[in-house]
């Protein structure tokens, strides 16, 4: 991937789901209430933030509509880069289906234009299973930290996420945002990692990523 290393913007999505539990388990990802959308932006080197938008504020439709307005007027500032882990599987169908259902078949081709023609889609998830073939199913987690012990970039503690089935069940939407801005800084960390960007360590910092640099 060394010839996106000069390019930007870089965008890191990382959605939440609440998905209710049915009679066989929980339900599919594509029935789930989006709850949480995060969004790491960066436009140049050293220029980072995140920033998380959540159910309760916005509402689901609102939601949808607000992340879409968000990636627009990001792909405004030049042809970059969108990433994630397993983007292609789960978070940009995810927003598609939504876009159409809550929004109306408008907003539906609105998403599908910004989302799959206004940006080089990077999934975090292909790159790892084609690169580390034969290791077993990566998961985002273990990506990082091979990553991270590559780039000497920091490992945050193992029990940094929480269940976001039971946190949207008990009310805690500030503890879903803080899992999500996590998750999405990491997102955007590991893309920058994998495009090549010359100021890793101070991108961490302005992330607020933190933890141990040993492998």
Known sequence: MGRLAGVYPRIALDIELYRPRTGSGRSGFFSGKLVAVG???QRKPGNARVEVLTVDRLGEAGLVRKTIEMLEAEAE???GVLGGYNILSLDLPVLLIK???LLGGKWGRRAASTLY???LVVDMFQHALHIYGGEGLPGFRWLYQRLAC???LPIPPKDSGYSIHDLY???EMERIAEYSRLDTALHLLALSALLGDPGLDGLAGILGIRGETAC
């Open 77 to 79: 500032q030049g042809k």
């Open 150 to 152: 590559s780039h000497g």
């Open 39 to 41: 969004l790491g932006i």
């Open 169 to 171: 069940e008990a009310g």
């Open 99 to 101: 876009a159409h259902t």
């Open 117 to 119: 023609r206004r940006f």
